[in-house]
């Protein structure tokens, strides 16, 4: 099957895309992630994304295109798509891509958390510098407030998961991503799933969507 995750920053798309590539047996495509990876790496690649990372602020467009064609090469008839497409130009790109390849989406699953929760996740985050264990101040505090569990690491806060940011990155998912569940709406592949509440309650949501997709599959 090939999937794409929308949403907005906090939804657990992140969860939900490794959960179901797993299951599906297909490949991960996370474009966050590999931003991420890359910046920690220091390629020239992380060092395009870094800054627009920080800010909150989208990669432009040519630089992501490139990266999800090459990254499509590799991953077979497949993919879960985790961060991409995040607006309509990249949307047109992979929908042109896909069809060379002759492989159309099966799904588009928009995952829909409203803001306020939004920032209550994102801003109230931690992670520890050493071995990356995630933290939540109201949900999940380290026992002393700082410190890693795990490891005894320093517990902070990520440059884009402050407050001012977080902000920053739902205006450009109001402005730019949202447009794109009308626009796979038209195509017939939307489904809408809620966001809220534990991880395994929004994975079954997902696995329900998922399901009735693939028994309609190939029927029109
Ligand atoms: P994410 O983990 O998906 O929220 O992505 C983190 C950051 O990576 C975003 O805030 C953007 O700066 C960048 N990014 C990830 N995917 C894309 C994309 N498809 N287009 C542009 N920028 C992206």
Redesign the pocket.
């Known amino acids: 099957m090939r999937v794409v995750l929308l949403g907005p920053?906090g939804a657990g798309k992140?969860t939900q895309a490794g959960r179901l590539a797993d299951r599906l047996g297909a490949a991960l495509i996370s474009?966050?992630d590999i931003?991420r990876r890359s910046a920690d790496e220091g390629t020239e690649l992380g060092r395009v994304?870094e800054g627009?990372?920080s800010r909150?602020?989208?990669?432009p467009d040519d630089v992501?295109v490139a990266m999800v064609v090459e990254a499509l090469e590799g991953a077979g008839q497949g993919f879960v798509l985790d961060?991409?497409?995040?607006n309509i130009a990249?949307a047109e790109a992979l929908e042109r891509r896909l069809e060379e390849l002759g492989l159309p989406l099966d799904l588009v699953l928009a995952i829909l958390i409203d803001d306020d929760e939004v920032v209550r996740r994102i801003a109230g985050r931690r992670v520890c510098l050493s071995c990356q264990t995630p933290y939540h101040v109201e949900t999940a505090p380290p026992t002393r407030e700082g410190v890693c569990d795990a490891c005894g690491g320093r517990v902070v806060q990520r440059d884009?998961d402050r407050e001012e940011v977080v902000r920053r990155?739902l205006e450009v998912y109001h402005a730019s991503t949202k447009p794109l569940i009308d626009f796979y709406a038209e195509r017939g592949v939307l489904r809408e799933v809620e966001g809220f509440g534990p991880q395994e309650e929004v994975a079954a949501r997902v696995d329900e969507a998922v399901g009735h997709a693939s028994s309609t599959a190939g029927r029109g």
């Open positions: 920053p992140g474009t966050g931003f994304a627009y990372m909150g602020e989208l990669v992501v961060g991409f497409p995040r990249q884009d990155r």
